[in-house]
């Protein structure tokens, strides 16, 4: 399972399996990482610099984290992609194909001067993060999606 949460500032990545379970995160950052809370992980919770603090403890790296640099990442289900945006403008994106009982990810990509930034992780995960709500299977063909959500 794959999910990310999000504030204006940064976007936490969780990984369950890589997840060991450690409680480094729950013991640091209790009022972010609540393990019985229904949406474990709160963003707003705490200020920036503590939750990047508390994740880059993570032993496994079940927990990664990058700022958003003024990028919001959006779903978008007509058009079966999740977009990044930059203002009013798209600089990435991760399309999948839908065959009624799973998403296969065909391809992520971010504009050039874009790269780098963890933009296209964010991508793929809230196309699997969207794909889970619907109880869908998700199929990475793409390359990079592959990489995120076999590596």
Excluded at 75 to 90: I, N, V, Y
Excluded at 122 to 147: D, F, G, N, Q
Aim: charged letters at 30%; one cysteine or more; glycine letters at 6%.
């Amino acid at each position: 399972m794959h999910r990310l949460y999000e504030n204006d500032d940064i976007t936490i990545f969780w990984d369950s399996d890589k997840c060991r379970h450690a409680k480094v995160c729950v013991h640091q950052s209790p009022k972010v990482f609540e393990k019985d809370r229904r949406q474990w992980a709160d963003p707003y919770a705490a200020p920036t610099a503590q939750i990047w603090n508390t994740v880059s403890q993570c032993p496994s790296g079940a927990l990664t984290c990058v700022y958003n640099h003024d990028i919001k990442v959006i779903f978008d289900e007509k058009r079966q992609c999740s977009l990044a945006l930059e203002g009013d403008g798209e600089v990435g994106e991760c399309c999948y194909e839908n065959d009624g009982t799973a998403w296969t990810i065909v391809h992520t990509g971010v504009l050039p001067d874009h790269e780098g930034r963890g933009i296209a992780k964010r991508l793929v995960y809230k196309v699997t993060e969207e794909a889970e709500k619907r109880k869908m299977k998700v199929i990475p063909v793409c390359s990079y999606a592959k990489k995120v959500l076999e590596g």
